[in-house]
């Protein structure tokens, strides 16, 4: 079966610009993930769709973090405007349900530089 | 809330050596626990999981037993090879609907 899909892989802006992530879950995968991962730390949990509604969003920055999943399929993260410390890898999970066993897939990760 | 511990790395060890990274956790309930792996330039691959006491997940010679009695699920290797090298990230996930939560990663290193 095909991944998770996320582009770009890399991206470098200036602080105050925006920018936005893309991901396409596993076909199937009702519950969608967005997690940063800052350099030599683990990844935190921004936020978690299940199909188009959100479930815990609750360490998402709201006053510059945006998400969206809108058919309940592909997803977006936008940050705007960026700062410094959101230098860090983005990364897109899915899975087939909410539920505590279920593995989570991972994407390869959009890599963030904040100038 | 969850949190998950492991060792700070990082880890170097000479190829066939004997492996153990330590994973501790304070949870509510009763999570599912796992081990996922990083090589470099690549992303998170899931390694092994456990979703109740006593259960030991394994995969590509590494074994980890879900301890509930001293919140732990360490991660071991008989022995260790150079393509073993990777970030090594402990995870739990919690008996409701959570995402996972990870620890901070163990930077493993495997000298020939």
């Known amino acids: 079966e095909a991944g998770v899909a996320q582009s770009p892989r890399y991206k470098i802006i200036e602080k105050r610009q925006s920018v936005a992530f893309w991901c396409n879950p596993i076909s199937g995968h009702a519950t969608l993930y967005w997690y940063q991962q800052i350099l030599g730390q683990g990844p935190k949990l921004l936020i978690q769709?299940?199909?188009?509604?959100?479930?815990?969003d609750s360490q998402l920055p709201k006053d510059r973090f945006s998400a969206e999943r809108l058919k309940g399929v592909d997803s977006t993260l936008k940050i705007q405007p960026a700062k410094l410390e959101d230098s860090a890898v983005y990364l897109c999970?899915?899975?087939?349900?909410?539920?505590?066993?279920?593995?989570?897939?991972f994407g390869a990760g959009s890599r963030l530089t904040v100038l | 809330g969850d949190s998950v511990t492991q060792m700070e790395g990082p880890v170097t060890l000479s190829e066939e050596a004997f492996l153990t990274i330590n994973c501790t956790y304070t949870a509510t309930g009763y999570p599912s626990l796992f081990w996922y792996v990083q090589y470099p330039g690549e992303g998170l691959q899931l390694l092994l999981k456990a979703t109740k006491a006593d259960d030991k997940g394994s995969n590509k010679g590494f074994e980890a037993t879900y301890r509930k009695e001293t919140t732990s699920f360490h991660l071991e290797k008989g022995s260790v090879q150079v393509s073993d090298s990777a970030v090594y990230f402990c995870a739990l996930r919690g008996g409701g609907a959570d995402g996972l939560t990870f620890g901070k990663g163990t930077h493993l290193i495997i000298q020939p």
């Open positions: 769709f299940q199909n188009n509604g959100v479930v815990d």
């Open positions: 999970a899915s899975s087939l349900s909410n539920s505590g066993a279920n593995v989570l897939t």
